[in-house]
């Protein structure tokens, strides 16, 4: 790529050192930093930092925060530096700033990208305010195993729903002019595969198929792409042998030459240096030779290119323009978000000083709280409760707790805005004095007395809010678990608990789906709410008194028993399917049915839809044409709400094994008590294409099922053909 003349003159002018400083990005240590996020890498000093910001060996900064520290260390990178080129300011700012939105997983629950579109926005506006140019988000991992920890920070097991977020996150985070103070430049992560490491087991190996990596893990990547996407952090992983950080196949095979990025690659934290633990290179020089040469070009905290990549250019292993390219990569960045004109963006001390997130994002994270809040179960309609005439008692470890509400990846979150379960109930109550509270249990241990208490509490109680689930530090980076259980202690609350008789609401805590098991699982009602930041409180009541009607769904299966994973709806065709009645040989387990205890796209309202049958357009589709697929869908309740109605599709014989289903398309449709309407969806040939047999991304003429559904395993599918070209 050539710049404009201003940056070819610069880049003529740089000597091989500061070139090279273009392509490392540090922990900010002239800020306050977020210094429990990552392992402990870091060898430089606050003083040693400014040292090499003004010898000009710094490209970028990370996970500090703070304008005005923000514009000192700018001001040292454009007054005292030799060529004066600013740095750039990074940060995991993944699901909230100041204001906490629910993790990706939850804000996927809402089946609603337009949500994610505005929490991102949002976001950026704060973390632009406190002296931020660049997040490491959106996460594009689709997880189909619910062992691993990340699931929560992705938009969970189905690519079509990740790639709806995937491009509303980047645009969210951009927002309409680049150059704008409160542009946060988004970076699609982990490219590629991660969400695939074997057993769910963080930073484990990937094994995957070409079909499977093309049809399911790079879609979101290239989505956010199209939406404007400049940057992609390169994963920890192996994929089948190769180093995700060094794979040039997909980091300039599929990245440039295929899809045509322009922007920067940056490694995840250190994985150029890991290219030396996986025995994939001899030695950090070489590490480096092959990280950037496969096309990572900045490298994350390690130092690596710093030290080697000078000599490996002298000694002509990297050649001068290999070098250049990727120092032009990180400038044509720094100029697109308007860094070259006005260094100073974003790091306006006042702007951070008058930043009122509260004011400015509290409705919205109410609502996209309760808006990712899944109704998993509600026997006898025991939701909503009442506000007043009854007895409530609010039992478990997330009862009071304020730790726990922010989810695994917030850095910034003004905790003094959390609300917590106590406290949002009790002010949606007519009289507050009707909730008792007890903690019963600790999030791992049992507590003396606690259960003697709850019991108490339950049966003095018309109704039990029951608040259990993972603590937040069980899911996020590092954090795989073999069993994906409520902890053994909290468990026994909710056996206790439920023993009494009284109705009990579980109101479930989690950053991934989890296998529910006994008392929990046999509750009247269960509410999935994830981490749902800031208005935790606030959104739980909204929905458990019905002044906001659930309308999440799930983007995860949720599994019988962990022993199922991984688990997901859209599994390939086998050749001895597993049949209702558990017959012998067949595709099955021996204690329990095959599939999830709730499916991919499940979730109630307070209302009840009916759904007509499919009608098509035609019983056809031509090749370049496209077919009209249709259903009435009415509100058959006495409640307003919102139905997630998600279109999906079978191919009957393909040259490669295809899913049982899945989802092609999906909307949230609003509809008043008694009111009907008719919800259409235009299918096209490409979204029946996969990488076929012979490598090629085609449709393939024939019979195909389709479902107009509430989930994934519900419907009658009728059928249309694919004609040929
Ligand atoms: C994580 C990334 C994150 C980076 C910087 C790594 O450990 O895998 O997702 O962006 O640290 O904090």
Redesign the pocket.
């Known amino acids: 790529m050539r710049l404009d003349d201003r940056l070819e003159t610069l880049l003529a002018d740089m000597t091989v050192d500061e070139k090279v400083g273009q392509l490392g990005i540090f922990a900010d240590m002239l800020r306050p930093f977020?210094a429990d996020?990552?392992?402990e890498m870091n060898e430089l000093n606050a003083g040693e930092l400014r040292e090499r910001i003004r010898a000009g060996q710094v490209g970028a900064v990370?996970?500090g925060v703070g304008a005005a520290q923000g514009r000192e260390a700018q001001r040292i990178a454009v007054e005292e530096s030799r060529l004066g080129i600013p740095l750039l300011m990074?940060?995991?700012v993944?699901h909230g700033m100041r204001t906490v939105f629910p993790i990706p997983l939850g804000e996927a629950a809402s089946f609603e990208p337009v949500l994610a579109e505005r929490t991102a926005r949002a976001a950026a506006v704060e973390a632009t305010a406190c002296g931020l140019h660049w997040t490491?988000?959106p996460?594009l991992d689709i997880a189909r195993d619910q062992r691993w920890g990340?699931v929560a920070?992705a938009a969970g097991e189905d690519v079509v729903l990740g790639t709806a977020f995937a491009a509303a996150r980047v645009r969210g985070f951009h927002g309409d002019d680049l150059t704008a103070d409160d542009c946060l430049l988004a970076?699609p992560?982990?490219f590629v595969g991660?969400g695939a490491v074997i057993g769910g087991l963080e930073y484990n190996s990937v094994e995957i198929s070409e079909g499977t990596l093309r049809d399911v893990h790079l879609p979101p990547f290239k989505a956010a792409l199209d939406a404007g996407a400049l940057t992609v952090?390169s994963?920890?992983n192996d994929i089948n042998g190769v180093p995700a950080s060094a794979h040039d196949e997909l980091l300039t095979g599929v990245l440039r030459d295929e899809w045509g990025f322009r922007g920067f690659v940056v490694s995840?934290?250190?994985?150029d240096f890991e290219l030396v633990a996986h025995g994939f290179a001899g030695d950090e020089r070489e590490a480096t030779k092959l990280s950037f040469t496969a096309g990572v070009d900045m490298s994350?905290?390690s130092g690596l290119y710093a030290t080697h990549l000078p000599d490996l250019v002298a000694s002509g292993e990297v050649s001068m323009d290999t070098l250049d390219e990727g120092v032009r990569r990180v400038l044509a960045v720094k100029q697109a978000i308007g860094l070259f004109d006005n260094p100073y963006r974003s790091l306006d001390p006042d702007a951070e000083a008058a930043l009122d997130p509260q004011a400015l994002h509290g409705e919205l994270a109410r609502d996209a709280a309760r808006r990712s809040i899944v109704l998993l179960k509600n026997d006898g309609g025991v939701l909503p409760l009442r506000r007043s005439g009854q007895k409530i008692a609010l039992i478990g470890p997330f009862a009071r707790d304020r730790d726990n509400i922010e989810g695994c990846?917030t850095l910034f979150g003004d905790k003094s805005q959390y609300v917590n379960l106590e406290d949002g109930l009790r002010a949606a109550l007519d009289d507050g004095g009707a909730l008792t509270v007890v903690d019963g249990s600790g999030f791992e241990d049992a507590i003396d007395g606690g259960i003697e208490a709850a019991v108490g509490a339950a049966r003095d109680a018309d109704v039990v809010l029951l608040a259990i689930g993972e603590p937040q530090n069980y899911s996020g980076?590092?954090q795989s678990r073999t069993r994906i259980v409520v902890p053994p202690a909290q468990q026994a609350l909710a056996e206790a608990v439920v023993a009494t008789g009284t109705p009990v609401v579980v109101l479930l805590r989690h950053g991934r789906a989890l296998a529910l098991h006994g008392a929990v699982r046999d509750a009247q009602a269960i509410l999935a709410t994830w981490f749902l930041g800031t208005q935790t409180g606030n959104a739980v009541a909204d929905v458990v008194f019905g002044d906001y009607n659930p309308s999440a769904r799930l983007p995860v299966s949720f599994p019988r028993d962990s022993g199922q994973q991984p688990l997901y709806y859209n599994r390939q065709r086998t050749g001895r399917p597993e049949l209702p009645d558990m017959q012998e040989f067949k595709s099955r387990w021996r204690e329990m049915p095959h599939g999830p205890l709730y499916p991919f796209g499940h979730g109630l309202s307070y209302t009840r839809f009916e759904y007509g049958p499919v009608a098509l357009s035609a019983d056809a589709l031509d090749w370049d044409g496209a077919l009209t697929v249709s259903a009435t869908l009415r509100n058959a309740g006495d409640r307003f709400g919102e139905e997630v109605v998600q279109l999906y599709v079978h191919d009957r014989v393909a040259s490669r094994v295809r899913p049982i289903r899945e989802l092609k398309d999906f909307r949230k449709v609003a509809l008043a008590p008694g009111e009907e309407t008719t919800v259409s969806f235009e299918l096209h040939r490409d979204q029946l294409a996969f990488t076929t047999r012979s490598g090629q991304f085609a449709a393939e003429p024939g019979l195909f099922d389709v479902w107009i559904a509430p989930d994934c395993e519900s419907g009658e599918a009728v059928q249309f053909t694919l004609r040929g070209a």
């Open positions: 977020a996020v990552n392992p990370f996970n990074g940060a995991d993944i490491f988000a996460t990340r920070e970076t992560k982990h991660y952090m994963a920890f995840d934290y250190t994985a994350m905290q990846w980076e590092a």
